[in-house]
């Protein structure tokens, strides 16, 4: 009986440790501010709007354009056949099979 008490006296004690612990800052003194949490003016709708929707947006089309925009280039599109670019090293020969297997060396 005194060892089950025990066990039982020991774990709720400790989970009133536990609870204890993790409740008591909720408990702190509310009017007293740390460093740096004093609240600013509130940002407005359309501030919010320009700053995490239009920004963003403008930045991801920034990065697209300088990303795709050489391939808008004449010089690109006179690379492509088909959508498939050339192999640079066939521009100017024409190469059979039979030439191409010595090539490799099949």
Known sequence: MTTSIRRIWSTS???AILVTTSVLPAFAESTKRDD???PGEPMGTLSAILWFVVLP???TGIIALLTLGPSWTSAARKSTKGGFLDDPTLADRQVDAKSASREIGY
Request: charged share 10%; aromatic share 0%.
């Open 36 to 38: 740096g949490d004093q």
């Open 13 to 15: 004690s400790a989970v």
């Open 57 to 59: 947006l403008t930045i």
